[in-house]
C-alpha cells in the first residue's frame, strides 16, 4: 500500500537562524492512540522541563498501514489524546486546532518513527516574538482619531422685552466631560437652586446648557445626575432627587433621548463634609450636583 498520513492542525513556520521553534516528538504502539509507560513519563518530563514554555502546533503522523481514512482518524485521536494531557499544564496557542497549511513530511523508513505526535514550541525567551516565529504579519494599531469639539465661549438668548441674556461658558469643564471615561464623577460647579426649590437660578443657567451642548456634541455619552443637599440630615421634601430630575426635564425638553440620562437623590447621605457643616464653603461643598459617565 501506498505510503500515506494525515497531518492535522499544522503550523508553517519561518526560518530563522536566531530564534525559531522547538520540536518534540512522542512515539506510538501500531493502531494505538494512548501512550505506553515509557511515552507517557518522556512526555510528563517535557511539560515539567517547559512549564514556561508555549505549543504552538500539534502535528500527527501515521505509518503506512492502513487506509487512508483510517489514518487520518488515527492521527486525529493521537493529537487528541496528546492534547488531553497538556492543555492544563502549558501555554498552548489558542488558534493551535484551526491553522493547517497541509504542509506535507518525508517519511521515515522505519515505521516505529512514523507513528508520532510532534509537539512545535517556543522557549518563554521567544514568546514575544511569537508571530514573528510564525510567519504573522501584524499591523500596528491606529489610534482612533477623536474628533476635536470646538464648545463655544458664550451663549446670547433674546429675551421677549427686546433684551439679551449672556452666559458665559466654562469650556475647560464642557472638555473635561467630553473626555471622561466610564465611572468617572464630575461635580457641577455653581449650579444653584432657589432656596426650598428645584428651580435653578437664573446665573446658573448657563451651567445647564453647558450639558446641553456636551450631549448634544457626544451622541454615545450617556450620564447618571446626582443630587446632594446639605445641611438638614433628613431629606423631607426629596429636593436633591427633585432637582435632578429637573436637570433631566430640561435636557430632554431640549432634545436629549430620555434613554441616555438617569437621575438620582442622595439627600445628605454621601457629603463631602460632616454634618453639621462648620461654614458656608463645607455648606456650598456639599450641597451639589454631580453626573456619573455611565457610558462615553
Not at 37 to 56: C, F, G, T, Y
Not at 138 to 167: C, M, Q, S, W
Request: charged fraction near 30%.
Amino acid at each position: 500500500m501506498r505510503s500515506a498520513f494525515h497531518i492535522f492542525w499544522i503550523f508553517i513556520f519561518c526560518c530563522n537562524s536566531a530564534i525559531s521553534q522547538e520540536q518534540f516528538s512522542v512515539y506510538f504502539e501500531s493502531n494505538k492512540f494512548n501512550l505506553t509507560n515509557k511515552e507517557a513519563d518522556r512526555l510528563s518530563k517535557w511539560v515539567n522541563d517547559n512549564k514556561d514554555s508555549k505549543v504552538l502546533g500539534i502535528q500527527g503522523f501515521c505509518d503506512e498501514d492502513g487506509s487512508s481514512a483510517y489514518n487520518d482518524t488515527l492521527a486525529k485521536n493521537r493529537i487528541n489524546f496528546i492534547f488531553s494531557l497538556i492543555k492544563d499544564n502549558i501555554k498552548i496557542r489558542e488558534d493551535f486546532k484551526t491553522r493547517s497549511f497541509g504542509e506535507l513530511h518525508q517519511l521515515s523508513k522505519v515505521k516505529a518513527e512514523n507513528r508520532k505526535v510532534t509537539l512545535f514550541y517556543i522557549q518563554a525567551k521567544d514568546i514575544n516574538r511569537e508571530n514573528e516565529i510564525l510567519g504573522i504579519k501584524t499591523e500596528p494599531p491606529t489610534a482612533a482619531l477623536k474628533e476635536i469639539i470646538r464648545y463655544p465661549e458664550k451663549l446670547v438668548f433674546d429675551n421677549p422685552d427686546g433684551t439679551t441674556t449672556e452666559y458665559k461658558l466654562d469650556v475647560n469643564f464642557m472638555n473635561k466631560i467630553s473626555g471622561s471615561t466610564v465611572g468617572e464623577k464630575l461635580k457641577i460647579d455653581n449650579l444653584n437652586f432657589k432656596i426650598n426649590t428645584f428651580i435653578v437660578v437664573p446665573e446658573s443657567k448657563g451651567k445647564l446648557y453647558e450639558l446641553l451642548l456636551v450631549l448634544q456634541k457626544n451622541p454615545k455619552l450617556k450620564i447618571e445626575i446626582h443630587g446632594h443637599l446639605c445641611c438638614m440630615p433628613v431629606d423631607r421634601l426629596d429636593l436633591s432627587t427633585q432637582r435632578a430630575k429637573a436637570i433631566k426635564n430640561f435636557l430632554i425638553a431640549n432634545g436629549i433621548d430620555e434613554q441616555r440620562l438617569t437621575y438620582k437623590g442622595f439627600g445628605s447621605t454621601q457629603p463631602l463634609f460632616p454634618l453639621p457643616e462648620k461654614d458656608e464653603s463645607q455648606r456650598a461643598a456639599n450641597r451639589r450636583v454631580e453626573i456619573l459617565i455611565v457610558s462615553n
